[in-house]
């Protein structure tokens, strides 16, 4: 089993960043490609960006390419996503996924692990 906490999350003008964090339990974390999601209210859990398991891969959606960037330190367990000239449609609750078995790194429903999310609001 893997628990997933994501923190980081918070209220930001336009034009500003966030690092998004989150820390996973797990003695097999390093095996694991990661993803960050996110959901806006009343729309579906969105692919945002994911990494493979060693970094040698990143994968992003068409919106965040040049403003996001993922990244992770195995030795510490935790991928990050650093998120810089936000946008007021970015604002979304932002969960992070363990991907345990081979599949789309793009596809939600290729992760078995998801934490609680973290609300990122973006104002104009």
């Known amino acids: 089993q893997v628990q997933l906490v994501e923190s980081g999350g918070g209220l930001v003008q336009a034009g500003g960043s966030l690092r998004l964090s989150c820390a996973a339990s797990?003695?097999?974390?390093?095996?694991?490609?990661m993803g960050w999601f996110r959901q806006a209210p009343g729309k579906e859990r969105e692919f945002v960006a994911a990494?493979?398991?060693?970094?040698?891969?990143?994968y992003y959606v068409d919106s965040v390419k040049g403003r996001f960037t993922i990244s992770r330190d195995n030795a510490k367990n935790t991928v990050y996503l650093q998120m810089n000239r936000l946008k007021p449609e970015d604002t979304a609750v932002y969960y992070c996924?363990?991907?345990?078995?081979?599949?789309?790194?793009?596809?939600?429903?290729?992760?078995?692990?998801w934490g609680q999310g973290t609300q990122v609001t973006v104002s104009s």
């Open positions: 990494i493979s398991w060693n970094g040698g891969s990143t």
């Open positions: 996924g363990a991907q345990a078995y081979s599949g789309s790194a793009y596809d939600r429903r290729g992760y078995d692990y």
């Open positions: 797990g003695r097999t974390f390093s095996s694991y490609t």
